[in-house]
């Protein structure tokens, strides 16, 4: 497999320094971008959301929203990447470590390809949640290399046999440890509002444009535990899990443990989204 790492293509044997910041401190932020049918699905957006993290933390990226555009396609057409994903991770570079930022280094890029297919089964059945404690710093909005609350809380989730960890601060769902969570009570959609509490996630900007065009009301509200357990539908969204039903939290069922209307509709939508949408 072919790996791009500071404006080359390498093999993926290539070494990374001890000395890089990310290794160190996590000092670096990353995406996740969508490949279907060997096509980017949503790419500016995932890269403008990379040059925006690191914007957040002081790093420049040495690559524009286009420049990294071109890069995955390389990739994608080197490694035959038919269904995947592409990683792409930020650092502020190589360093003596020192918490302070230094100010002679060069950031660090990397980009590899995954093969991945669609979670057809779950997303046709819907998945477990456990509710648990959000335990993370307080500028989720930033997509950090710093995912030491998310891993614990995801680990959590896997560990009581569910997929996902709904993750709960101060009595309001913010978000799930690597999704958003939307809730559907009497017709309309709601999730928490894009502030610090949680990222932004390209899906579920994806989610508002559908609703807006279908006509379904899409509400940025904060809501708590026993709303999210009074909802008609529980559904996640992310990259890789696409609209995800939740159908049972913490042992209890969400609608009878089936797959909600709304759910079926925003996931048929999305489903078009992804034949039409290019980079
Ligand atoms: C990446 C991520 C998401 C989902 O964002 P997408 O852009 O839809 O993949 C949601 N929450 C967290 C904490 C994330 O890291």
Redesign the pocket.
């Known amino acids: 497999m072919v790996i791009f790492i500071n404006g080359s293509y390498v093999s993926d044997d290539t070494k990374i320094s001890y000395n890089d910041r990310g290794i160190q401190f996590g000092d670096g932020v990353y995406e996740?971008v969508r490949v279907y049918h060997s096509t980017l699905f949503t790419a500016t957006e995932?890269f403008e959301?990379l040059v925006r993290s690191a914007n957040e933390i002081e790093i420049t990226s040495p690559y524009s929203v286009e420049e990294y555009i071109e890069i995955c396609n390389q990739l994608i057409k080197e490694n035959e990447i038919d269904n995947g994903t592409i990683y792409v991770q930020l650092t502020r570079g190589d360093a003596v470590r020192n918490h302070t930022y230094p100010t002679d280094t060069q950031p660090n890029i990397l980009l590899y390809t995954n093969t991945a297919e669609r979670p057809m089964q779950d997303l046709q059945q819907g998945v477990k949640a456990i509710t648990t404690e959000d335990i993370r710093w307080l500028r989720?909005d930033i997509?950090s290399l710093n995912l030491l609350g998310?891993i614990m809380n995801k680990q959590k989730a896997v560990t009581n046999g569910a997929k996902e960890a709904i993750q709960i601060r101060n009595g309001i769902v913010t978000?799930?440890?690597?999704?958003?969570i939307f809730i559907v009570k009497d017709d309309k959609i709601i999730t928490h509002p894009a502030n610090n509490f949680?990222?932004n996630?390209?899906?579920?900007r994806v989610i508002k444009q559908i609703a807006d065009a279908e006509g379904i009301a899409f509400e940025e509200f904060t809501f708590d535990e026993k709303v999210l357990k009074d909802a008609d539908e529980v559904f996640l969204?992310?990259?890789?899990q696409e609209v995800m039903p939740i159908t049972e939290i913490d042992g209890e069922n969400v609608n009878q443990g089936q797959v909600g209307p709304i759910t079926k509709r925003l996931q048929s939508k999305f489903d078009e989204h992804i034949i039409t949408n290019h980079a």
């Open positions: 996740v995932h959301r989720c997509k998310n978000e799930g440890a690597s999704s958003n949680i990222l996630g390209i899906t579920r969204t992310s990259t890789t």
